[in-house]
Nanobody, 113 residues
Framework: VQLVESGGGLVQPGGSLRLSCAAS????????MRWYRQAPGKEREFVAF????????NYADSVKGRFTISRDNAKRTVTLQMNSLKPEDTAVYYC???????WGQGTQVTVSS
């Protein structure tokens, strides 16, 4: 199982970023996927969920209306579009298959002026 997150960076408040997660080593199309994040000094928290076929999504209240999760099963990728970013969105972002224990290395998102 391998999960490789990318797309993070430094962005000003109100800006946008698009995170990607490339998956391999498991049957991606059968797995629900989630994005999590961990800010400095805080526990890892749920951000967004997408079902295996992409028909169902769910978001943490803190990102609802600003973030959008999507997936491409043919390309084995899951994406997190983040708009209207706030300083409190600063964290390392991780993707994870719902039934598997492996985490990727994460990608750093920093929202600061």
């Amino acid at each position: 199982v391998q999960l490789v997150e990318s797309g993070g960076g430094l962005v000003q408040p109100g800006g946008s970023l698009r995170l990607s997660c490339a998956a391999s080593g498991f049957t991606f199309s059968r797995e629900d996927m989630r994005w999590y994040r961990q800010a400095p000094g805080k526990e890892r928290e749920f951000v967004a969920f997408i079902s295996s076929a992409g028909g169902n999504t769910n978001y943490a209240d803190s990102v609802k209306g600003r973030f959008t999760i999507s997936r491409d099963n043919a390309k084995r990728t899951v994406t997190l579009q983040m708009n209207s970013l706030k300083p409190e969105d600063t964290a390392v972002y991780y993707c994870k298959a719902a039934s598997l224990v492996r985490w990727g290395q994460g990608t750093q998102v920093t929202v600061s002026s």
